[in-house]
Structure formats: C-alpha cells, structure tokens
C-alpha cells in the first residue's frame, strides 16, 4: 500500500514562485495500475519524482509499506530505490558505455544482489524479447529495443512498484501495445504496483484507475 | 551468460569512453611521476655512493700535498686518476698531532693500461697492512686473511676475475678479491696492493715495463688519519694543516657536505619544478574531472535512480581519477627509470660524482612512494568533483542533462 498525503512541491524561477504539486493526497493499492493523465507541465513527473525519492518535497509524505520515505538517510532511501521501486523514463536511460545486459544488471552493483541475478537477467531479456541482444550497446539498439532494455532493468530488483514515465512516449502503437501487455503480465504474475504517467488517453484506459493531473492538484479522472 | 557489473568495472568503461582525454590525463601524471621519481632515485643513488664510499674510505681526515687537494677531491669522489707524491715524513708528523687516533699512508699511481688483455684504465693504491684501517678490516671480515706478496684485490668495475693474473708497469699480480660495488670510482674502479709490492713495482719497470714508474720508498700520496673521540674531523684537520708545512687536511665529512649542499641545491630546484608540475597536474586532473561529472550528470543521477548511494558515485568518480594516476604513476615509474637507465652515464659524467643504486629495500619505498605519490594525486584532483557528483540531488541531475 502507498499512501501519498499532502504532498507539495514548489520551484522558483526568475524570482516567480511556482506550485507544481499542490498538497496531492491519493493511495495505491498492492498490485493496482493507476495511470496520470494530464498535460505537459502539469506536474506528473515530478510527483512522480517525489514519490520515487528522487526529489525532496516542501511538504507532505509518501508512506510505502508503513515507512514515510522522507524520513530516510540517504543509505535507506537509496537502498529503497534499489529494492522496492524501479523507474521507467520517458527517455533513453541506458548506460551508453555498458552493453544491455550489463544494463540491466546494473541496479546489482548498488546492492545485495545474489550471483544468480545474472540468470534472471537473461530471463528478462527474453521476456522482453532482446535475448540475442545481450552483448549489443545501446547505440546498435533502436530507440523501441532501448525501451525494451529499461523495461527489463526495471523489473530486476523484484520491485513492489514501478513508476513509468510516459513509458511508450515515442514508440509505435504495435510496440506500446506489446509493453502494455508485458506490465499487465508482470502485474498479474507478481503483483507489482504501477504508476504510470502519460499523454496518451488510450494507454490510461488501460489502467486499473485513471488520475488527472492539473496544474499540480491531482483528481480522479 | 554475462557477469554482474562492479563499481570498478563502471569506472573502467567510463574512462574507455574518452579514450584521448584518459591518456592526456594520464600522460600528465606519467611526467610528473617520472620526474619525481627519476630525481629521487637519482639523488638517492649519490647519497647511498657517498654514504657507502665514506664508510669505505675509513678515514676521517685526507692529508694530501697542498697544491694536489683538488686532485685529491676529484680522485675521490669521481675517481679521477691522479698521482701525486709527498715525503714519508708526513706521516709521522701527522701521528703526532694532537686529536689523531691513527694515521696510515697510502700510494695513488697513475693509471696504467692492462699490458696485455684488457683495456680498461685502472687507479692503482697501495696501502700497509701494518697501520691500514681502511682495506684491511675488509679483507679480514670477507677473505679473512692478509694481502701479501704481489697479491691484488680489485675493485668492481674491473674485468677480472679471482684468479686471474695481472701485469702492471711489467710485474704480474694475482687477483685474490673483488670488492662489493660502492658507486665511488675511486674504489670501484681501483686495484688495491700492498705499499712494498707497489715500491717493488715500481723498482723493476725500469727493466720490466715499456713505461717505467719512478716512486721512491721514502714517498708516499696521502696520510688517511682517524681522530680520537671527543675531537672533530675538521678540528684536526685544521690542526694538521698548522702543524705539518705544505699539506691540505681534507675531512672527509667536509667532501660529502659540499657534495650533499650541492645535492640539496640541485635537489630545491627538482622539487620546486616538481611541484609546479604536479599542481598543474592536479589542476588538470581537478577540472577533467568537473567537466566529467559536468557531461555525465543525467547518468549520474540515474544511477542514483537505481539505487546508488551518494558513496556510490563519490566512489565512482574517485576510482575514475585514481585509475588514471596510478596508471600514470606506473608509466612514470617505468618512464623515468628508463631515462636514468639511459641517460646514467651522461649524468654521472655531467655531476661528476658517486653513483649507486640504493638498496632493494629502499628502491622498494621509492616505488612505493612514487604509487602513493600518483594514486594521491589522483584522489586530490577528484575530491571536489567527486564530492559535487554525490551531492547532486537524483531528480536535478537526470534533468540537467537532458
């Protein structure tokens, strides 16, 4: 469960303060799929950002399995991150230096993996269906493969949730209908809780629950 | 089936990326490290030959004729041939004075090329084996016996071997040792008789050798004085030199000082070009680092994403640079004994002074020191980078680099 309670978050630019979350308060349950729907600028990544840990609210918390993670030194909230989340961005976030498997195992090198993380990584690159592609660096991947590679980094850590950003934002109705069905498949099989943020009405549809987002007040949509 | 990634590994892979930036960077520690570590070993290499060379000598005051000193300075410690001669008489005046513990004479011949096989220049000396102080304790500790007859010890750097026979000025000699390395020409260089086989010698090459050697039983080169406790070298010296007519008392202490200020001179201007060169260093390796973790934010704050902790990626960048200066540092280490390696005998030659390597254990700790030295140089440079990177909050930084 995720509770997010009154959380705000407000950036100055140029001398004009501005609220781009405004006391958000929603939960999620265990295994549900919330998709955020709203316009670009209306906050969605980063409340995302915020429930993730990877942004310190002005106020508010987000409490995630009975523990407020604002409350966490940077060794819980990172060890956190690397445990119980995964992100999925809207853009290319591969290591351009490592190969794709490397990539996906690279959330092991910030934590107490056992060695056998390097067959499940193998599993998931099938499951993605980028097997044959576990030597290939990004550069000789398509932007489609690169998403794909994230997707499986994402699910390496056994997460209890999964906050995605925009995650088929550039990529063809076949391919986001092929990841759409991969995370009702992760969500199906292990329960994982998503998040998704997106532009697009036709993957929030697809959600357990949609959630608008304006100006930095969040409501049901 | 691939491996699981290490922080290490990341850090390898990174600097691949770059890879002319990463060998500039490294190449600027290599010259520096080289620089360093050459000039050490180099000076080092003087002191150990003084220090071994002094202990070798024995003596703490040098009586030579007074218009041969500078002869004798250079005999001594560039192992300059020379010969020159004074009477007896100085030997006994000088046992006289007050503060001389003990006084021995010895005889310096002028160089004389091996008349048949060899032909190396070697500096012949003679001492007595009644009052030596200085060979003598060396060959009763190692050949545990008495040079006698035409029997010769020789001095490393002469090709000949125990058992060999040798002929100067027409007398044949018989090798019975060879003297461990000292780095001082004056000895390694040098074939050491006993005083009465020398005047032999030198009485029979009138008839025996091609170039005869005139050297009177009456005359000698140098008096080789130790003080007594309580008084100093050059307290005698002075003492010698006001109470003997015609002579220069040299302390011995005295040569090496002059040699270790000039060290030290030569020493300054090393270090100060040093550091200046390693701050530039420093400066290059500081502000590479900056913009490194400049251009890499967004993947810095995603592997922060991931889980890694500020330590994490403070590490990373801290590996990144400590990779690149000890690397460099090992260039160097192998860059700069090369040069010396190379350029030893334009050096020796330049300096005109005493050259050995210092012993493994203190080669050890130059070596060591010249890895500390880089792998410091490396964790300095990158503090300040390393400390912005890890401070970076995740979200910032993915969207910096965007």
Redesign the interface.
Do not use: C, Q, W
């Given at each position: 469960m995720i509770e997010i309670k009154d959380l705000t978050k407000t950036y100055t630019v140029g001398g004009q303060v501005s609220k781009v979350v405004d006391h958000v308060s929603f939960k999620l349950a265990k295994g549900e799929i919330v998709s955020i729907i709203g316009h670009s600028g209306s906050g969605k990544t980063?409340l995302l950002?915020l429930i993730?840990g990877?942004?310190?609210p002005d106020s508010g918390s987000v409490i995630i399995g009975g523990k407020d993670i604002w409350a966490m030194d940077?060794?819980g909230l990172?060890?956190f991150?690397?445990?119980m989340l995964s992100?999925i961005?809207q853009?290319s976030?591969l290591?351009?230096?490592?190969?794709a498997?490397?990539n996906v195992?690279?959330?092991?090198?910030?934590?107490d993996?056992k060695?056998e993380?390097?067959?499940y990584?193998?599993e998931l690159l099938d499951t993605v269906g980028l097997g044959d592609k576990?030597?290939s660096f990004p550069s000789q991947l398509s932007g489609g493969q690169q998403r794909r590679i994230a997707i499986a980094?994402a699910f390496i850590?056994r997460p209890e949730i999964i906050l995605a950003d925009e995650p088929t934002g550039d990529l063809d109705e076949e391919t986001e209908a092929e990841i759409m069905a991969l995370f009702k498949n992760m969500n199906r099989e292990r329960e994982v809780t998503f998040l998704l943020v997106t532009h697009s009405s036709e993957l929030a549809g697809q959600a357990g629950r949609q959630l608008r987002m304006s100006s930095g007040l969040v409501s049901a949509a | 089936?691939?491996?699981?990634?290490?922080?290490f590994?990341?850090a390898v892979?990174?600097l691949?990326?770059k890879i002319i930036r990463t060998v500039l960077l490294l190449l600027a520690v290599t010259v520096v490290t080289a620089a360093l570590f050459s000039a050490t070993l180099f000076i080092s290499s003087m002191q150990n030959a003084l220090k071994i060379g002094t202990y070798r000598l024995g003596a703490d005051v040098l009586v030579v004729p007074e218009k041969y000193a500078t002869e004798a300075r250079a005999a001594l410690l560039a192992g300059e041939p020379t010969s020159f001669y004074m009477d007896r008489a100085v030997l006994e005046k000088a046992k006289r004075v007050e503060g001389v513990k003990a006084a021995t004479p010895q005889l310096f011949i002028k160089p004389a090329s091996f008349t048949c096989c060899y032909n190396v220049d070697v500096f012949l000396i003679a001492f007595e084996p009644e009052t030596d102080f200085t060979i003598t304790p060396w060959l009763e500790k190692n050949l545990k016996k008495k040079l006698t007859g035409n029997e010769i010890i020789a001095g490393r750097t002469v090709p000949v071997l125990v058992g060999d026979s040798i002929p100067f000025y027409g007398t044949l000699f018989n090798v019975v040792g060879t003297m461990e390395p000292t780095g001082m020409k004056f000895f390694d260089q040098s074939v050491f008789m006993t005083m009465d086989a020398a005047y032999a010698m030198a009485a029979s090459s009138k008839e025996n050798a091609m170039q005869p050697i005139t050297i009177e039983r009456n005359k000698i080169s140098a008096v080789l004085i130790k003080v007594q406790d309580g008084f100093t070298p050059e307290r005698v010296a002075i003492r010698l030199e006001h109470d003997i007519d015609g002579i220069k008392a040299i302390a011995s202490e005295e040569v090496i000082n002059t040699v270790r200020r000039q060290l030290g001179g030569l020493m300054k201007g090393i270090l100060a070009i040093s550091v200046v060169l390693w701050v530039l260093a420093l400066l290059m390796l500081g502000f590479a680092f900056y913009m490194i973790v400049n251009e890499r934010q967004r993947?810095l704050?995603?592997?922060?994403?991931?889980?890694?902790?500020?330590g994490?990626i403070f590490r990373l960048i801290v590996l990144e640079a400590i990779l690149i200066s000890v690397s460099g540092g090992i260039a160097g280490l192998i860059g700069g004994s090369a040069l010396l390696l190379g350029f030893k005998g334009l050096i020796i030659s330049s300096f005109k002074l005493p050259y050995l390597l210092p012993p493994v254990p203190v080669l050890m700790e130059l070596v060591a020191g010249a890895v500390l030295f880089s792998l410091m140089t490396g964790l300095i440079a990158s503090l300040i980078p390393a400390t912005l990177a890890s401070s970076l909050?995740?979200?910032?930084a993915?969207r910096k680099g965007?």
């Open positions: 980063t950002s993730g990877l942004t310190k940077d060794a990172s060890g991150r690397n445990r992100f961005f853009f976030s290591i351009p230096t490592l190969t498997f490397e195992v690279l959330p092991a090198a910030f934590g993996y060695e993380i390097t067959g990584a193998k576990m030597n980094r850590n | 089936m691939g491996k699981r990634i290490r922080i590994s990341i892979k990174n691949r990326r993947e704050g995603l592997l922060r994403a991931m889980g890694a902790r500020k994490h909050e995740p979200y910032e993915i965007e």
